[in-house]
C-alpha cells in the first residue's frame, strides 16, 4: 500500500483564487509528521508546513494552511490568495517517529493562470 | 550564509566511473539525509545519519556509500556509476529531537552517466 497518496498529477488555478492539494496516508505509528515541500521549476525543494500526529489544531504558515482530519488520515494542503509564483510542484511527506521511516508522495504540479 | 550546501551542482560523467557528491549544513542539526529524486520527480530517501551515526539505509545498491566525517557533513560516494544512477540527488538536514523536525534541502546535484 502506498505511504502517501496525492491523487491529483495536475491542478490549474486562477490567480488569487483558493486551492487545496490532496495528501492521504497510511501509517500505524501513532507518532507521526506530517510535511508539504514546494518545488519549483529551479528545482530547490522549500519547506512549506508541518502537521504533528498529536497536534489539536491544524497548522497554518502565513497563506498555507493544512487541513488535518485524523480519523481520515489526510493532511489537504490549503493555499490562499494564489499567487503567479505559487505555480510549482508541492510534495506531501511523512515521517514515522518510532519506525523512523521517511515518506514522499508523487506531487501534485500546480499551474496558477493569471 | 548558506543553510544546506552541495558540491558540485552538476556531475556528468561517464559509466564505470567512481564519483563523490560533498553536502555541508551550518544549521547546527543534527541529522541529515540523502534523497534520489528520478526523472519522474519521485523522491526516496536513501540513507540518514544522526550523530554521524548511521540510522536508515534504504534499499540502495552497496555501491553507493554515505560517509558522515562529523555532524555538519554528509558526503554520498557513488561506485561503478550506472545510465540509471542518473538523477538529482538532494541533501538535507533536521534536528531529530525537536517535535517539528522539518528537514531543510539542498540545492541538489544533478548526476547525468553517459
Known amino acids: 500500500a502506498q505511504k502517501i497518496t496525492q491523487t491529483q498529477p495536475g491542478m490549474f488555478v486562477q490567480e488569487k483564487e483558493a486551492v487545496t492539494l490532496d495528501c492521504t496516508y497510511d501509517?500505524?505509528?501513532?507518532?507521526?509528521?506530517l510535511f508539504w515541500y514546494k518545488q519549483p521549476s529551479s528545482g530547490e525543494m522549500i519547506f512549506l508546513i508541518y502537521?504533528?500526529?498529536?497536534?489539536?489544531q491544524n497548522a497554518t504558515e502565513g497563506r498555507y494552511s493544512l487541513n488535518f482530519q485524523k480519523a481520515r488520515k489526510s493532511a489537504n494542503l490549503v493555499i490562499s490568495a494564489s499567487q503567479l509564483g505559487d505555480s510549482a510542484m508541492y510534495f506531501c511527506?511523512?515521517?514515522?517517529?518510532?519506525?523512523?521511516?521517511?515518506?514522499f508522495g508523487s506531487g501534485t504540479k500546480l499551474n496558477v493562470k493569471p | 550564509d548558506t543553510a544546506v550546501s552541495q558540491t558540485p551542482k552538476y556531475l556528468v560523467t561517464q559509466m564505470g566511473n567512481d564519483k563523490s557528491i560533498k553536502c555541508e549544513q551550518n544549521?547546527?542539526?543534527?541529522?541529515m539525509y540523502w534523497y534520489k529524486q528520478d526523472s519522474k520527480k519521485f523522491l526516496k530517501i536513501m540513507f540518514s545519519?544522526?550523530?554521524?551515526?548511521?540510522?536508515i539505509n534504504e534499499t540502495v545498491p552497496n555501491r553507493f556509500s554515505p560517509k558522515s566525517p562529523d555532524k555538519a557533513h554528509l558526503n554520498l560516494h557513488i561506485n561503478s556509476l550506472e545510465l540509471g544512477d542518473s538523477a538529482v540527488y538532494f541533501c538535507?538536514?533536521?534536528?531529530?529531537?525537536?517535535?517539528?523536525?522539518?528537514?531543510?534541502f539542498g540545492p541538489g546535484t544533478r548526476l547525468t552517466v553517459t
Open positions: 538535507a538536514s533536521s534536528q531529530r529531537d525537536r517535535g517539528r523536525d522539518e528537514q531543510y
Open positions: 501509517t500505524s505509528d501513532p507518532s507521526y509528521g
Open positions: 502537521q504533528g500526529s498529536y497536534d489539536q
Open positions: 511527506a511523512m515521517r514515522e517517529r518510532n519506525f523512523n521511516k521517511f515518506y
Open positions: 544549521l547546527g542539526h543534527d541529522t
Open positions: 545519519y544522526n550523530n554521524k551515526e548511521l540510522i
